[in-house]
Structure formats: C-alpha cells, structure tokens
C-alpha cells in the first residue's frame, strides 16, 4: 500500500513549463519589409547581417510611443527582442533609438576626461598631474 501512495504522489505533480528564452541584439536598420526585418550589426570586428520575421504581435516603439513597423527606416538604430526556433528568428519587440546628434561620443569621452580630473584634484593632486597619470 505505500508502494501505491508513492506513484499516485508522482503521477499528481504538474508538468515542467518549457522555458522561452529571448534574445536582444542592436545594429542598423538594413532591409525592411511589411514581414521581416534585416539588421547589420558589428561581430568581432565584421559586419553580419540578421533577419527577423515579423507577425501581427510584434510590438514596435520609439522611446515611450507606440510606433507601426513602417516607422523603422533604413539606416535607423534599432534593438531587437526575438525568440529562436529551429533556426527561424522572430521579433517579439523592435525598439527604435532615437538619432545620435554629432559629436556626442566626443562630448561622452570629454566627459569622462573631466569627472577623472575632479576626482583627481579632490584626492589633492593637480590637474596636470593627474593629466600625466592617464597617460602612463
């Protein structure tokens, strides 16, 4: 009888759920079209392209708004959730970047240059020292 109690215990307990992972990659907008889209993107130092199907519940924004897959140019900045089955990528969200304005990773390195600096001069050390530090 305990035998019997043990398999009824086993045969009760629900199923393992299969787990969907989702992917997120970033590249330029290459091809689009109204059921895939096609991404550059830079891998060790070469271009590679990937390709995205497109259904009627990939959701496509911009910031906070809600956007229509015509919205995605060529040439646009966009990160792509996806899921991957048997090989087929499919896009569960495409999320368009807004335009970088000139010189902004300029200003970014600029910027860092300067918060090193202050963090320098708060420790006790002169700017231009801190300048020499850098660079050794």
């Known amino acids: 009888m305990a035998g019997e109690a043990k398999t009824e215990e086993k045969a009760e307990r629900p199923a393992k759920k299969m787990v ?8 330029l907008v290459s091809k689009v079209a109204p059921d895939s889209l096609t991404i550059k993107r830079k891998v060790k130092g070469q271009m590679k ?5 497109l259904t009627d519940k990939t959701r496509v924004r911009m910031l906070k ?42 200003v970014k390195e600029e910027a860092i240059k300067d918060v090193t600096k202050e963090e320098a001069t708060k420790e006790g050390a002169a700017p231009e020292e801190a300048a020499k530090e850098e660079k050794k």
């Open 20 to 27: 969907i992972r989702i992917w997120q990659t970033m590249g």
């Open 49 to 53: 392209e990937m390709t995205f199907s």
């Open 65 to 106: 708004a809600k956007k229509a897959i015509g919205d995605v140019k060529e040439g646009s900045r966009v990160a792509v959730r996806y899921v991957e089955d048997a090989g087929k990528r499919t896009a569960r969200a495409i999320i368009i970047m807004p335009p970088m304005k000139k010189g902004e990773e300029a």
